[in-house]
């Protein structure tokens, strides 16, 4: 039963976890049990259930939408979106937002225990899918008391997420918000994550995923962040930010030091990020990805993941994002039409390459605000 959150669980997230019922059966054919998930709520659910959202996270998020992440003190990742009078106005809003299953902040995922031998599944974990996060998803919406949603919202793997749950569950979604990502995982992305995995099993310390008993494959999921981080940000962006200027020094080193800015900061993302983050879970969720592939799915046209939905979809693509380009999003643009589903479509401009969404973007905020308040 759900439990009305306090005005302070309000404003600040209601952080909960819940053991579901199970098993959960995936689609590589195993049956996961038990499946627990992390969650967050901000606002309060209506009386007839119609102003509740969910909102996905991307590959490397969690559920901390808008409140502190509970390791890193730092702001929720999607804080200057979500809130009282924000363009997700949870004042309106009653917002949903979980941890996806196979990560490391609550959800079960390979640090779990796995309950037949009493120990980490590490690389015993099943293989998931975006649609199993998904399927996982509505089990807890149904736990929760949620029969449908007024919005799923996601950018990134959580726009991939918001496509999958407007495809199999279409009856649960009345509105549909896609930003910055895709129906299908590229050549070129399956290549970069295929670098970052072979980093962190190329690291001593992985031991074939079973280290949770040690120290864990640092300095391989550091490289791996570091190689994915250059692909969420633009050649522009890291101009401006950093051009060629040298890092605390006035004249090159002529050695393998840090000697540009640039360098830095990758080797500060990386080391931060291994201390928030599961070099398995890393593993399985890059994966997830690499499977994602919508029109599969569904027969080989992408039309037909779409076809007789009622559900209303708004896209939202950035100049300068190359690893999910606009090509992407327009492609699923011409899918929709082709199916007949209501859709609109926007290109942003933005210096900051697909990260974009996750920054101060006063056109995404009017456009998420007009469409999600349509027709209410």
Known sequence: MLTTPSSLDQRFGLSRRVVLPGPLRLDGGALLAPVEIAYETYGTLAADGGNAMLVCHALTGDQHLASAHPRTGKPGWWQRMVGPGKPIDTDRYFVICTNVLGSCMGSTGPASTDPTTGRPYAMTFPVITIR???????LLLDHLGVARLMAVVGGSMGGMQALSWAATFPDRVEKCVVIASTAR???????????????????????????????????????????????????????????RR????????????????VESYLRHQGLAFTDRFDANSYLYITRALDYFDLAEEHGGLLANAFRGTATR???????????????????IVHALMA???????VELSSPFGHDAFLLDSPELDRVIHGFLSAGR
């Not at 040298?246 to 540009?260: E, N, P, T, V, Y």
């Not at 979809?313 to 492609?331: I, K, N």
């Not at 007949?340 to 479509?345: F, N, R």
Request: with cysteine.
């Open 132 to 138: 199993d996060m998904v399927r996982a998803q509505a």
């Open 339 to 345: 199916a007949g589903a209501p859709a609109s479509y």
């Open 185 to 243: 995982h590229s050549a070129q992305n399956i290549a970069f994550h295929e670098v970052g995995r072979q980093a962190v099993m190329a690291d001593p310390n992985w031991r074939g995923g079973d280290y949770y008993d040690g120290d864990p494959p640092a300095a391989g999921l550091a490289v791996a962040r570091m190689a994915a981080h250059i692909t969420y940000l633009s050649e522009a962006g890291l101009t401006e930010k950093f051009g």
């Open 313 to 331: 979809f708004c896209l939202v693509s950035f100049d300068t994002d190359w690893l999910y380009p606009t090509a992407e999003s327009r492609s």
């Open 246 to 261: 040298l890092q605390a020094r006035a004249q090159k080193s002529f050695g393998f030091d840090a000697d540009f800015q």
